[in-house]
């Protein structure tokens, strides 16, 4: 089966860092996404892995251990402007090309 | 790039009426995808299309649903006798493989909201 799971819901100070979870279970991997949305709003995408290591992006970094189907989303410095779902998704292109995607995490910044 | 855009963003429709969204991907994107989402659930595949070509359709979805991509560039999305169960955001995305500095990833429109009373 295709499974991805992710923590329901985390809590952070402002400032703090936080690390968001991610494990999957997949028929074929061809990389991981991790996306971010706020209430009421579209995803936005925020990291992209497929080698395993990590991949830093200004206040977020993502990192993959492919071997343990395993990913998590780093968020440094948190601001209350990241108070958002988390989603990671995983891109198999033997899936038709589709994502299979989590369930999200979402994460309240309290000042 | 002006983005993906979806029209209408809002839609309150009553039980047995007949619903069409229309969504615009970014130019030169092949790819369009189809998503529904449910409030604490993540985007739940509907269908897509590789240019005008309809590759896949969930199996979740009822013959209620249909879309199309007529050009290869603008979508529709249409829900035939809506269900109050067909409340949900509609979202659609669009990508692009091969291009330099494109991992693939999605571009999300900013999402059609349906309300079926």
């Known amino acids: 089966g295709q499974n991805i799971d992710q923590p329901t819901e985390m809590t952070a100070t402002e400032g703090a860092i936080v690390q968001i979870n991610c494990t999957y279970q997949t028929s074929g991997f061809n990389g991981l996404f991790w996306y971010q949305q706020h209430a009421g709003e579209a995803p936005t995408f925020l990291s992209y892995n497929v080698l395993d290591g990590l991949e830093e992006k200004g206040r977020f970094s993502s990192f993959l251990s492919r071997s343990k189907g395993y990913s998590y989303l780093l968020l440094k410095e948190l601001q209350m402007k990241d108070s958002a779902s988390y989603l990671c998704?995983?891109?198999?292109?033997?899936?038709?090309?589709?994502?299979?995607w989590g369930l999200g995490t979402s994460l309240a910044v309290n000042p | 790039d002006t983005g993906v855009s979806q029209d209408p963003r809002h839609k309150i429709t009553k039980r047995g009426q007949n619903v069409t969204f229309r969504c615009d991907p970014i130019s030169e994107h092949n790819r369009l995808y189809w998503y529904r989402q449910t409030l604490g659930q993540g985007p739940e595949f509907l269908t897509y299309?590789?240019?005008?070509?309809?590759?896949?359709k969930s199996r979740l979805l009822s013959d209620r649903f249909s879309a199309e991509r007529p050009k290869g560039s603008f979508s529709t999305l249409e829900i035939q006798r809506t269900e109050q169960g067909d409340s949900a955001m509609y979202l659609c995305?669009?990508?692009?493989?091969?291009?330099?500095?494109?991992?693939?990833?999605?571009?999300f429109g900013e999402g059609s909201r349906l309300t079926v009373l």
């Open positions: 299309f590789q240019n005008e070509a309809q590759l896949e």
């Open positions: 995305a669009s990508s692009v493989l091969g291009r330099q500095g494109s991992y693939g990833e999605l571009f």
């Open positions: 998704a995983v891109y198999n292109a033997g899936n038709n090309r589709k994502l299979i």
